[in-house]
């Protein structure tokens, strides 16, 4: 009933705000985001990235690198409280809300990877409501009930048995790799109209080539998405 659960989650509270180990854990998590703090910062520093966004003429590394020095904080974090995991069970006590910090941090880590890096607003709508989630089950342990579920809803066309699980898959990973594909391409293309050493029309001979091999490799990873083998595939 509601009120055993609730009066068996009060009492799991209880315990663990008398153990010490909940203090040690809380200075533990403190202290890593004080030091994962300043070490982004020295980073940051050290490669000249503390200063304001590069313009939109600036060379296209030098915007991709400003923008990862904005997740660096983040991801340092994720780092350092999984080393610590780590060292709790070597001492002999369960690190569980380092471990919760942990997914926190997770979510927190992808939502500004989205913010950060999607600029188009449809795709960064579909990881926030789609992406996100996914990753929460995923930490939380529940997707494989989850797809597990989806796949036991499916329909038997002829000899084809499509799943719903088979169709959310495509849908999730064709848009992320279409959109990974453009992105690609746009910081490709700029990469190589920077190159003052060629001409106009090798650069455009050296765009397209690179648009075309992108392109396969996207096909590719939706072909292997989709299930199709092509060691399979006879001519």
Known sequence: SASTFIDEFL????????????????????AIYGVSFLLAYKIKHSVGLT??????SAHPVRKLAYRVGGILFPLLAIILLQLSTVFGEVLAFTPWLIKTAITVAVLLFFYSVIRIFVQHQLAASLFKWIGLPILFL??????????????????????????????????????????????????????IRKQDSLDVPTKEVFSKLFEVALFCIVMLLLLNVMGVNLTTLEV
């Open 11 to 30: 009492s799991k509270a209880q315990l663990a705000l008398a153990a010490p180990d909940t203090y040690i854990q809380l200075c533990v998590i403190a």
């Open 51 to 56: 200063h304001n966004e590069p313009l939109e």
């Open 138 to 191: 995923h930490l939380l342990g529940l997707l494989p009930t989850v797809i597990k579920a989806l796949e036991e809803i499916s329909l038997d066309v002829g000899n084809i048995s499509i799943s719903a699980y088979g169709v959310t898959r495509v849908l999730i990973f064709g848009s992320f790799l279409f959109w990974l594909g453009r992105a690609s391409n746009t910081f490709g293309k700029a990469v």
